[in-house]
């Protein structure tokens, strides 16, 4: 019997907004930020979560963190591993916290770093990688794990049950297939908003070199200056002679890259709003970018107005572009009314908005049933080290399908973490397979002597400056 005992949660900012890392329409000056909280128990054992910001108010998520973390302490941790849904139910039942929910805002994404800092410590204690510590789970083990309530009418525990048993047989198959290939992967680091487009073009010609073949692109500040910059990227993207030495363009009408609005190399575009625009207004303004063929717009509009994306879905859907959303759908709610409503063409997950792997897993099981890809978002800081872990479990016990579905990939700030996600030569995420790594997620300890708000020692040397 070990016991919880304890935690800490630190405050930790990185100065990303000197650099125009991040910057997209609606958020123009982001300091990425991790709520990062440290589980502790009787034994040597710990686990690591975080929760995701972009600066101010993330020592308003840290004090929830505690309030969470408060309700495990002097728990059996066998006692919370042997039932993950219960034990996500009993962490959100809080009668006084709830009220500043429930389950949206800044108490759900501290629960969001305190669960996944439990999943992390039960993987651990179990000696495998988050992801491989699920998909060796039964299904009835899988869909104990999952936070159920209020989603039974999109989908219930049998339904859920019988879908991931369908899936059993080739879950053996796919983990090898994975392990070799790689899980896919897109790149956003090349459109952001604050990059001039010389850097747009340097970017997106070391994205190709580097075997990626999605991209993404930040837009709604000024329609003819995403028409420029899109045209840019296209005329890369399209162009067979900035393939790596040996890469054949892909086909556009293969089975992976039907509807995605793939162009003559079989390079996919997407669009980001981040939010700006109305739904008119959205419905206009990305008609008028239909010539760069984008796959789907991501956030055209409030991230709780689903009714509103449906109507930017239907009105699109003509012109074959797609809606995708999710970074910001708040609970697992959100997306089964965005399922239901038919709403949206791709479910993009956040490993931390969501209140952490629990809550993740009720969604992969809704998207499943809808037969919607998962498209996780990441970036950020610490997105990426978690997303992988998620899209290899809908891939290899869930969904199934990896080939239609892309991962977000950002290549910032994975120096801070002690098991830092990876791509290889083709454009794709590594497998994690550290026994000791968890949910990836344990930052070194001089990341955050340096960058822990505000006394780290970068924050006290610009201090007066
Ligand atoms: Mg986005």
Known sequence: MVKITGYETHDVRFPTSLTGDGTDAMNTDCDYS????????????????????????????????????????????????????KTWDFMMADPQLRWIGPEKGVIHIASGAVNNALWDLYARSRKKPLWKLVVDFTPEELVRSAAFRYISDAVTKEEALAMLKEKEAGKKEREEKVRELGYPAYVTSAGWLGYTDEKVARLTKEAVQAGFNHFKMKVGADQADDLRRGKLIRSIIDDPQYLPPGLKPRDPDSEELKGKNAGPTGAVLMIDANQVWDVQQAIDYVKGLEEIKPWFIEEPTAPDDILGHAAVRKALKPHGIGVATGEHAHNRMTFKQLLQAEAIDVVQIDSCRLAGVSEVLSVLLMAAKFGVPVCPHAGGVGLCEYVIHLSLIDYIAVSGTMERNVLEFVDHLHEHFVTPCSINSRGRYNVPTNPNEGYSIEMHKSSIAEYEWPDGTYWQSKKGV
């Open 34 to 85: 991790s709520a990062y909280v440290v589980l502790k128990t009787e034994s040597d054992l710990v686990g690591y979560g975080m929760t995701f910001t972009i600066g101010r108010g993330n020592d308003i998520v840290c004090s929830a963190i505690k309030e969470v973390a408060n309700r495990l302490v002097g728990k059996d941790t066998e006692v919370l591993f042997a039932d993950m849904g």
